[in-house]
């Protein structure tokens, strides 16, 4: 479970490092990330992607986090993922948009492409 400060560090404007398998090499990627009010990392992705091929109901996931405000005061996170939907996951990637980025819509969506939100339930978090 994330404690208040872990959730404000993952709400704040920080780019989280998520970290998975990729078929037996590591993988690590910048996300833009939140927490739902269950307390769920947030992550939205296009299906394809490494991310979407490897973060598959029940995949472990590893993510961290630093506070923008002092980049020496992080938080980690190691979890599973507990959900994929494509429903309404045009709108999280706007909302996330919003967040890092101040517009109303995602500028970067290509044509054809799907997008993924995906769902992590916290496991073991720290916060440095």
């Given at each position: 479970m994330l404690d208040e400060e872990a959730a404000r560090i993952l709400r704040s404007k920080s780019f989280a490092h998520l970290a998975l398998d990729d078929e037996g090499s590591p993988h690590v990627s910048p996300v833009w990330v939140d927490v739902d009010d269950h307390g769920l990392v947030v992550v939205n992705t296009a299906e394809g992607r490494v991310k979407s091929r490897r973060l598959a109901v029940g995949s472990p996931v590893a993510l961290s986090a630093a506070d923008p405000e002092n980049p020496y005061h992080y938080v980690g996170v190691r979890g599973r993922v507990v959900k994929r939907t494509n429903e309404g996951a045009d709108a999280v990637i706007d909302r996330l948009a919003n967040k890092?980025?101040?517009?109303?819509?995602?500028p970067y969506r290509q044509p054809g492409e799907r997008r993924v939100t995906i769902l992590i339930e916290p496991e073991r978090v720290f916060v440095n």
């Open positions: 890092y980025l101040g517009v109303d819509s995602y």
